[in-house]
């Protein structure tokens, strides 16, 4: 089974699974208990989306005394 995150027409972002070429909703949270639906959206009538968003970003200067 394969998680991902998923929008359908620029909705809301949702959670799912995957089936071959199907994607299937999720009911609660893939980092906790989850109920998988039905696997009957086609992959092709959806629009993947990054697997999570970073709550922050950390950059490392590591030349910048030599700017």
């Known amino acids: 089974m394969r998680l991902l ?3 359908i027409n620029h909705g809301k972002p949702l959670s799912g699974w995957l089936l071959d070429d199907h ?3 999720l009911q609660g949270t893939p980092f906790g208990a989850f109920q998988r639906e039905e696997a009957d959206i086609p992959l092709e009538d959806v629009r993947l989306l990054p697997p999570i ?3 922050k ?3 490392v200067a590591r030349n910048y005394a030599a700017h």
């Open 5 to 7: 995150r998923y929008q």
């Open 23 to 25: 994607v299937g909703p």
């Open 53 to 55: 968003l970073p709550s």
């Open 57 to 59: 970003v950390i950059c």
